[in-house]
């Protein structure tokens, strides 16, 4: 029960990481208020477990990081945890890449990101011991052909996340991000249902498998609980050592 008594914002927890942080969180004691687009199975989160509430919004749009963190202060009592999760990847090489589709990856993983911390700081400030945990990737550091947003985006979520924990050290909060590598998830669940591609993205792990969301939930509970409380500023690359050979 690492998290007993705390209040924690999960966005994208619907399904894959998001939903495995957002049930994890729970079952360590956490009063949860699951996020995800109006449509999205969060039923299915909320049955995992009952201390999980949940809110169909879509993070992107105006006004709603700011709907979202009132909603979760009156619901749970306050917030301790905010995890930016929320993700979309978008695959186009950047000769082929509109404008628009370069705005909505922004929009979600890097702004929408933003304007949820900002809003989230006057209440995690209260609490003494705040905790921002944001989702980036190992695209953050690495790339692959047809990328060039979902990379851009993730680097800005690591800059983002060590700007914040510089600025907010001194109220006792910590701001980390983690670099998922290879998961099973929503996300990936078309290319990894291709067989000879989820083997070469198994293989690049030393570990030999694809990555399952329970692996950054454990990840994220680390970041969320007391037990990483001197951790601030870092890249949490949970990914099988898949980035140890190029
Ligand atoms: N799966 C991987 O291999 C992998 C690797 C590195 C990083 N990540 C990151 O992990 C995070 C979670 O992704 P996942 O792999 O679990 O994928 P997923 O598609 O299973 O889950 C992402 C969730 O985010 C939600 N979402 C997207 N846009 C939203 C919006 N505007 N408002 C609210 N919710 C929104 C989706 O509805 C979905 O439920 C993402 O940030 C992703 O970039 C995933």
């Given at each position: 029960m690492r998290l007993q008594g705390k209040n924690a914002i999960v966005t994208?927890?619907?399904?894959g990481i998001g939903r495995a942080c957002a049930t994890l969180f729970a079952e360590n004691g956490a009063a949860v208020l699951a996020v995800d687009r109006?449509?999205?199975?969060?039923a299915g989160t909320a049955q995992a477990h009952a201390g999980i509430r949940t809110l169909a919004a879509?993070?992107?749009?105006?006004?709603s990081p700011a709907r979202i963190v009132a909603h979760a202060v009156k619901e749970?009592?306050?917030?301790?945890i905010l995890m930016n999760n929320a993700g979309v990847s978008h695959r186009a090489f950047v000769e082929e890449m509109t404008e628009e589709d370069w705005d909505r990856v922004f929009a979600v993983n890097v702004r929408a990101q933003f304007i949820l911390c900002r809003e989230a700081i006057p209440h995690l400030k209260k609490c003494g011991a705040g905790r921002i945990v944001n989702v980036a990737s190992v695209m953050a550091e690495a790339t692959d052909f047809g990328l060039g947003a979902y990379c851009g985006s993730k680097a800005g979520v690591a800059g983002l996340t060590r700007t914040l924990a510089l600025e907010l050290g001194k109220f006792g909060i910590t701001a980390n991000y983690i670099e998922p590598g290879a998961i099973q998830t929503g996300m990936t669940a078309k290319g990894f249902s291709e067989p000879h591609i989820a083997e070469v993205w198994a293989k690049k792990s030393p570990l030999k498998r694809l990555g399952q969301p329970i692996d950054i939930a454990r990840g994220a509970l680390f970041l969320a609980s007391e037990d990483g409380g001197?951790?601030?500023?870092h890249g949490l690359r949970v990914d099988g050592g898949l980035m140890l050979r190029t």
């Open positions: 994208g927890a619907a399904s109006p449509g999205t199975d969060l879509d993070i992107a749009e105006a006004g749970l009592g306050g917030l301790d001197f951790v601030t500023g």
